[in-house]
C-alpha cells in the first residue's frame, strides 16, 4: 500500500515538471529555428534566417581573422565590437559630412557680409583711414573664422559621442526585444531613437493581442536560453544589413552634393573648397585694404627711378661734353 501511494505521489510531480518546462527538445538556436518555420509566415521566417547567416558570416569572418584558436566568448565579443564600431564609423563619417558643410555654410555667409561691409565704406576714408580700418577688418574676419571652426569642432565632439552612447550595443539589445522590432530594422527601416519609446510600446500591444511573429511564438520559448541567443543572433544579423545599406544610401546621397559646380562628396572636399574660399577672401581684403600701401611703394620706386634717370642723364651728358672736346 506504501509503495501505490508513493507511485500516485509521483506521478502529477513529473508532470508538473513537464508543464513547467515544455519543449524539452528545443535546446538549440537551430532546433528554435525550425520550429519557426511551422509557425511563422514565409517571409518573416526567410527574413530572419538571413539575419542569423548574416551574424553567423561574420563570425565566422571574425574567428578567421583572430589567426589563432580563442575561446567562443572572445571571439562573440570582438565581433560585437566589430559590428558596433563599423556602424559608428557609418554615422561618423556622414555626421562629419554634415557637420562640414555647415561650417562651410556659416564660412560663406562670414564672408558675404565682410565684403558687402567693406564695400558700403569703400570711398569714404582716406588712404590712411582705409589702411587702418581694412588692418582692423582683416583682424576680426580672421578671429570670426576660429571662432565658426571651434564651435563647429564642439558640436562635432559633441555629436559624435551622442551617436556612439545611443548606437551601443546595450541600447540595441532593450531597444529590439521583440522579433517584430528586428524585422523592422532588417528590412531597411531607420532606427528613430526620438520614436523608440512610442514604438515600443506599440510593439507592446500588438504582442499583447497575439498579432505578428511574436504572438506566433509559444509562450514556453520566449524564456528559454536558445531562443534568446537565436533572437540576438536575428539582432546582430539586423544591424549588420541595417550598416550596410546605410553605408550605400549615405555615399549615394553624398556624391550628388556640390558646391558651386564643383564635386563635395566628401568631409575633406568640402574642406578644400573652403579653404579656397577663405584664401580668395583673405586675397581681396588684403588687395582692397592694402591701396596706402601701394602707392608709397610706387612713389617710392618713382623717386628711385627719377634719381637713378638724373645721375644717368649727368653721365650722359658729361660724355657728350666729352666728345664735343675731342671733335673740335
Known amino acids: 500500500m506504501a509503495n501505490s501511494n508513493q507511485t500516485i505521489r509521483r506521478t502529477p510531480l513529473v508532470s508538473m515538471g513537464k508543464a513547467k518546462r515544455p519543449h524539452q527538445e528545443f535546446k538549440t538556436p537551430v532546433a528554435i529555428l525550425d520550429y519557426m518555420q511551422g509557425v511563422l509566415s514565409a517571409d518573416d521566417y526567410v527574413d530572419l534566417r ?3 547567416f548574416e551574424h553567423d558570416r561574420h563570425l565566422t569572418k571574425t574567428q578567421q581573422g583572430a589567426k589563432k584558436h580563442c575561446s567562443d566568448a572572445f571571439v562573440y565579443t570582438r565581433s560585437c565590437a566589430l559590428i558596433f564600431s563599423d556602424l559608428h564609423a557609418t554615422l561618423h563619417v556622414h555626421c562629419e559630412f554634415m ?3 555647415n561650417k562651410c555654410l556659416d564660412l560663406s555667409l562670414l564672408v558675404a557680409d565682410v565684403m558687402v561691409r567693406h564695400t ?3 570711398g569714404k576714408m582716406n588712404d590712411h583711414d582705409e589702411h587702418e580700418q581694412g588692418l ?5 574676419f580672421q578671429q570670426d573664422v576660429v571662432e565658426i ?4 569642432s564642439t558640436r562635432l ?3 559624435k559621442d551622442m551617436i556612439s552612447n545611443s548606437n551601443s550595443h546595450l541600447r540595441f539589445a532593450m531597444r529590439y526585444k521583440t522579433l517584430a522590432r528586428i524585422l523592422h530594422l532588417s528590412r531597411g527601416h531607420g532606427d528613430d531613437s526620438v520614436t523608440t519609446q512610442h514604438t515600443d510600446t506599440t510593439a507592446a500591444q500588438q504582442n499583447k493581442t497575439s498579432s505578428g511573429p511574436d504572438g506566433a511564438i509559444d509562450p514556453g520559448f520566449r524564456g528559454c536560453n536558445a531562443y534568446e541567443t537565436l533572437k540576438n543572433k536575428c539582432m546582430l544579423g539586423a544591424i549588420l544589413q541595417y550598416t550596410a545599406r546605410n553605408k550605400e544610401r549615405l555615399r549615394i546621397e553624398r556624391s550628388d552634393t556640390k558646391i558651386n559646380g564643383a564635386p563635395a562628396n566628401t568631409a575633406a572636399c568640402v574642406a578644400l573648397i573652403e579653404a579656397q574660399l577663405l584664401k580668395k577672401a583673405a586675397t581681396m581684403l588684403q588687395n582692397t585694404h592694402c591701396i596706402h600701401e ?3 611703394r610706387l612713389e617710392l620706386a618713382m623717386h628711385k627711378t627719377k634719381a ?3 645721375l644717368l642723364q649727368n653721365e650722359l651728358d658729361s660724355v657728350q661734353a666729352k666728345l664735343a672736346q675731342m671733335h673740335k
Open 149 to 152: 571652426t571651434e564651435q563647429s
Open 120 to 122: 558700403l565704406h569703400a
Open 99 to 101: 557637420h562640414a558643410l
Open 308 to 310: 637713378e634717370n638724373l
Open 294 to 296: 601701394k602707392k608709397e
Open 157 to 159: 565632439r559633441a555629436d
Open 50 to 52: 538571413e539575419c542569423v
Open 136 to 140: 582692423a577688418k582683416n583682424v576680426r
